[in-house]
């Protein structure tokens, strides 16, 4: 199946439609979605992308990262792909914060980060993620700041962010 995503400029204003490939071969603006799941001992999860994605497969990743399909909402996406990733339906999610960055050679993307409580059972898509576990809040800071796992380049600002460590990107009003 083709996806077509919107692309947007760097304030997302949406300026065309083009597939997911076409729009990474441009390098065209466009939207996504991470989220970060947490349980209720304060543990996040992180899954191990699949060996088969085309971008930064097999390195650790937020809870879920999602491309905005074209004409899909911020929330829509973090619903879809918590859905789709983790068979996970009916929780709460809230904004934490809005961004822009680079993510590799020619994917600019604009990304909402949410948050989320989850302690019932998680069934990953192996298509998307390999594997995945809860890690305690200050054992993933230190695993961030020593680099003992390979992260999607994403994954590792967001996750520096979230636990309130030096990152590099351009937050925006949400």
């Known amino acids: ?40 001992q304060e543990k996040l999860f992180l899954p191990m992308r699949s060996s088969t994605k085309d971008k930064f497969p097999s390195t650790y990743d937020c809870s879920v990262s999602e491309h905005v399909i074209s004409g899909e909402s911020y929330d829509q996406a973090a619903i879809r792909g918590l859905s789709e990733e983790l068979n996970i339906q009916n929780i709460k999610l809230k904004k934490l914060i809005k961004f822009r960055g680079s993510f590799g050679k020619n994917d600019n993307m604009i990304s909402v980060l949410f948050v989320g409580r989850h302690d019932g059972i998680i069934t990953m898509d192996k298509n998307e993620v390999a594997n995945g576990s809860f890690f305690e809040l200050s054992k993933l800071k230190k695993m961030l ?30």
């Open 1 to 40: 199946m083709v996806e077509f995503i919107d692309n947007v400029d760097e304030k997302d204003y949406v300026i065309g439609r083009a597939t997911r490939k076409n729009t990474h071969t441009s390098g065209k603006w466009h939207r996504g979605v991470n989220v970060i799941l947490l349980n209720q």
């Open 145 to 174: 700041n020593d680099n003992e796992l390979e992260f999607a380049p994403w994954a590792s600002k967001l996750l520096k962010r979230y636990l309130n460590m030096p990152s590099d990107f351009i937050e925006m009003a949400i």
